[in-house]
């Protein structure tokens, strides 16, 4: 199963966005976490102009992305 963490904030449309995004993704090959950026502090340093962001181990997606994008990140 791919574990995915995706770095959101409440206030953000494109986070949302995102999270529909990875709810249309094959859930038997997908677990998911939200996180909200604000919970640690590194995540606000390196990432608050950027989100929403998908990190699996030491990789990351930033957005803008796709369900394609999604999958071939899903399959590094």
């Not at 340093?45 to 994008?69: A, M």
Request: glycine letters at 2%.
């Amino acid at each position: 199963m791919k574990k995915l963490l995706l770095i959101s904030s409440s206030d953000c449309s494109l986070c949302r966005e995102a999270y529909s995004l990875l709810c249309q993704i094959d859930s038997d090959n997908l677990d998911f976490e939200e996180i909200d950026i604000y919970t640690k502090r590194n995540y606000v340093d390196k990432y608050w102009d950027k989100i929403p962001v998908l990190l699996k181990g030491e990789s990351e997606l930033l957005w803008p992305f796709d369900k394609n994008d999604i999958s071939n990140f899903l399959n590094l």
